[in-house]
């Protein structure tokens, strides 16, 4: 018997970046204890838990949920992983610019 998948999706902006953020819990084919997230920019802009603009991340289920959800659950992430020193100095170079 195929199931039915859930995916929820929403959109955000973070810091002036549009981005859409998708969860399905229970992802396919795990038995129920693994949890799916894509998060992915409209520009395919970086983001600090992404060069490209796109990311997969699978969790284990009830993790999302015990941050707040979806949206709640990748916006803690994003401000986490924006006071790395990586972003920081990817933020100051975009700011300046380059020749090269």
């Known amino acids: 018997m195929k199931r039915e998948r859930h995916i929820v999706s929403s959109a955000i902006d973070w810091q002036g970046i549009a981005l859409s953020v998708s969860y399905e819990a229970e992802w396919f084919g795990t038995g129920?204890?693994?949890?799916?997230?894509?998060?992915?920019?409209?520009?395919?802009?970086?983001?600090?838990?992404?060069r490209t603009g796109y990311r997969s991340h699978f969790v284990p289920l009830g993790e999302v949920e015990a941050a707040g959800g979806p949206v709640a659950y990748v916006c803690a992430w994003l401000e986490e992983e924006a006071s790395s020193e990586e972003w920081r100095s990817h933020m100051?170079?975009?700011r300046q610019g380059s020749l090269f």
């Open 32 to 50: 129920g204890c693994i949890a799916h997230l894509q998060v992915e920019t409209t520009q395919r802009t970086p983001l600090p838990i992404t």
């Open 92 to 94: 100051e170079a975009a």
